[in-house]
């Protein structure tokens, strides 16, 4: 008999909380046989990552999963024998009452945020008491063998090294996107939340002595970008030409394709939590635009992947890089990344192997999709 498996999944905003929990319901699925629904409030994002979705069905399949639009009032369902609540979103009521009266109780899940931050060990697997006699677990994505892991699907490493191994696979690529950079040129990509300081890297990549070809997905940081540019409009497929610096704007592709142009990539900026671990498993230097949190509390957040992450770096490199990832997430306006940028490009060979060791270090851990369907049987 397969486990049955409810994944519970409220978008906040942007497009990582159902990327996240898209990814890991089809990887149950797909990987580990189980029979997974997915409850979403939102379609609309869903359909951008995924467009063979409809934004307006409130029930379909996709690659075995079935996706349910979750909205106003709870129609009476079975409860699963796995329940995921994403991200401490608020499961109906009606559904934890169901959960409460179920013969056997329901394994109960709060799959939480991605942090390094060093408690995260000893809270991943914690019960909590919940009313009605049932528990539930908090289970925390993270970098270390004490934590659940990160999302990875099988043989994506590979996958990445046999596109990388074909030249032709990546001309082709790109090709798709209408994008035929120089052979020399620097490939760049920027998916990243409004930027104030934007404009000191796009400078500092306009001053550069080897070309630069930067990819912008459609979003967020597009507008920062015009303005820049000085340019009334900027639509996908728009190419202007800046000093070293071609800019190139994109179409928001599926997730796979995502994947594929940050493997393309020399340099990834990524942002949130998901295109964050998509850049690590691409094994190329990158920052993170880390979404900023109350109370600063991002910032920690930030400082202990680095405090993770630089682990084997130089002193000087590590500086470099961390150096560059705060005069990125510093947003002050008039704040000047261009020194940064040019400090880390001065320890590019060393930045560039120390992407690649961190991927197959962190690639050799369980990954999160493997580590719940442990922690699920394990329970029984
Ligand atoms: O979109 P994000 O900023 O999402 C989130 C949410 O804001 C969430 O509420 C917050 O808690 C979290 O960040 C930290 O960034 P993220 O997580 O990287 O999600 C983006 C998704 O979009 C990811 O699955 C990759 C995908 N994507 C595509 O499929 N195609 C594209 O062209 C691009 C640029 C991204």
Request: aromatic share 12%.
């Amino acid at each position: 008999m397969k486990a049955t498996w409810d994944i519970f999944c409220t978008v906040v905003d942007n497009y990582g909380d159902i990327g996240i929990t898209w990814r890991l319901a089809r990887q149950l699925q797909v990987e580990h046989g189980m029979q997974v629904r997915l409850w979403v409030d939102d379609l609309v994002p869903f359909a951008r990552l995924w467009p063979a979705a409809s934004a307006e069905q409130p029930q379909q399949w996709h690659d075995g999963v079935e996706v349910r639009h979750w909205r106003g009032e709870w129609q009476a369902t079975e409860v699963s024998d796995v329940v995921v609540g994403a991200f401490a979103c608020k499961l109906p009521p009606e559904y934890v009452d169901a959960m409460a009266a179920r013969s056997r109780s329901p394994l109960w899940l709060n799959l939480d945020y991605l942090s390094a931050e060093t408690w995260v060990d000893g809270c991943h697997g914690l019960p909590s008491p919940q009313p009605g006699g049932l528990r539930k677990f908090f289970f925390f994505p993270g970098f270390t063998t004490g934590t659940g892991g990160l999302l990875r699907e099988a043989c994506l490493v590979e996958h990445r090294e046999a596109f990388e191994a074909d030249p032709a696979a990546r001309q082709t690529f790109l090709a798709g996107l209408g994008v035929e950079p120089e052979p020399d040129a620097r490939l760049v990509s920027l998916f990243a939340y409004e930027h104030s300081g934007l404009g000191s890297w796009l400078d500092a990549l306009a001053d550069d002595t080897r070309s630069n070809h930067l990819l912008v997905p459609e979003g967020r940081v597009l507008a920062d970008v015009r303005q820049w540019l000085g340019e009334a409009s900027l639509d996908v497929g728009s190419q202007v030409q800046r000093g070293s610096l071609k800019v190139q704007v994109l179409p928001f592709v599926r997730q796979s394709e995502y994947d594929r142009l940050l493997w393309c990539c020399d340099f990834n900026a990524v942002r949130g939590e998901d295109s964050f671990v998509r850049a690590q498993w691409a094994a190329a230097p990158m920052v993170w635009h880390i979404y900023v949190q109350e109370e600063y509390a991002h910032w920690e957040k930030l400082e202990a992947f680095l405090d993770r992450y630089g682990q084997g770096l130089s002193p000087a490199a590590y500086a470099a890089l961390r150096g560059l990832w705060r005069a990125w997430n510093q947003s002050v306006e008039g704040a000047d990344i261009g020194p940064a940028w040019r400090e880390a490009i001065r320890h590019w060979p060393e930045l560039v192997a120390h992407a690649r060791q961190w991927c197959v270090t962190q690639a050799a851990q369980p990954d999160l999709a493997t580590t719940l369907v442990q922690f699920y049987r394990n329970w029984l």
